[in-house]
């Protein structure tokens, strides 16, 4: 039987949300072994499982803050992951948003799941005690999902009169990275859109030169032979591809814990380039949730894939024959996936 092909998407910070509370219990099917190993070592160290937060009532200073939510987030992606029926899906390319690059090279065999779980443990809670800087999101796109040029253009030049920087291009949106004081300004200096801009709660000026610091320290913590050839291409924050035969896993170590902590990361260039190269029958985004769904249209529209030039296309061919498949949403999950689950029990 020919599979079809597919680019698989990792969230970021973010993604999990009071909609998703209970989401790693529901899907824990495909890997209640690592879920276990994860879970232990978490209670070793003192802190509550991620099993045991997935079922509390979300609490944003709980569920929201690094030390919790990097490593819940990729359990969630994880059991994703390993639930895809590869029987009938062939995995050409992986990437990821934000810290969403480190699940990617966990689930490309660059990174061993124990070692993922300890690098993402380590770097979602390297700030816990005082988070340098912070993020802002902005909408530069119109109702139909064009983007507005004169609106980007205006965004850009305010960005950098208060001497702050791009952390993501997230489709239709643009993520800013800086210390509080500029971003109060942009808060105030933006033009106002629906509920936009807004400051992502919990979250550091990631993706900028304010995080050289944390760069250093990574570095000083995880050795260069930590890392493998991937096993399948993933495509970081830049666009470029590591393949599984030519990447050099000392560039690989170097490009996540400097470039990739400290500068811009493109996930609009990421997800065109695996579109582009890879040409996939499928997009799967991993859960938690589907945060990313609107940005992932977006990127589509810009590109006129598969005919699609408004959120309108995007909506109707989502409904005739999902291009992008979010296993965060239980009648396309089903698409993907080879397990059956019981529904959330609300809580």
Known sequence: ????????????????TRDTQGYLNKYIQSS????????????????????????????????MKGEHASTL???????????????????????????????TLSFSKSLHYQKAYGLID??????????IGGQIIYSIADDDWNINKDLMKQCLKEVEKV??????????YIVIGADQEALNTLLKRLPKKDNYPFQLPYHAAFHTPLLQSIS???????????????????????GYIWSPWSTNETDLWNYTFDHQVSNTYDF????????????????????????????????????????????KDFVSLQKENPFLISMGIPDQRELISQFYENPIISL
């Open 216 to 238: 250093k320290e990574a570095k000083e913590i995880f050795s260069k032979d930590t890392f493998l050839k991937p096993q399948t291409p993933i495509i970081d924050g830049r």
């Open 1 to 16: 039987m020919n599979r079809e092909r597919i680019v698989i998407i990792c969230p970021g910070r973010g993604s999990y």
């Open 163 to 172: 001497g702050a920087k791009i952390s993501i291009y997230l489709g239709g």
């Open 122 to 131: 380590v770097m979602g809670s390297m700030m816990k005690n005082k988070i």
């Open 32 to 63: 209640s072994n690592k879920i276990k190993y994860m879970d232990d070592e978490r209670n070793n160290a003192g802190l509550p499982t991620l099993t045991e937060i997935d079922s509390q009532k979300f609490k944003a200073n709980i569920h």
């Open 268 to 311: 609009t260039k990421s997800l065109t380039v695996s579109i582009k190269e890879f040409s996939p029958d499928k997009i799967v985004l991993l859960g938690p949730g589907n945060t990313l769904g609107g940005a992932i249209g977006q990127i589509l529209c810009k590109l006129k894939w598969k005919n699609i030039a408004s959120k």
């Open 73 to 103: 987030i990729y359990a969630c992606s994880l059991v994703d992951y390993y639930s895809i029926d590869q029987s009938k899906y062939k995995i050409v390319a992986i990437l990821g948003n934000s810290m969403g690059w480190y699940s």
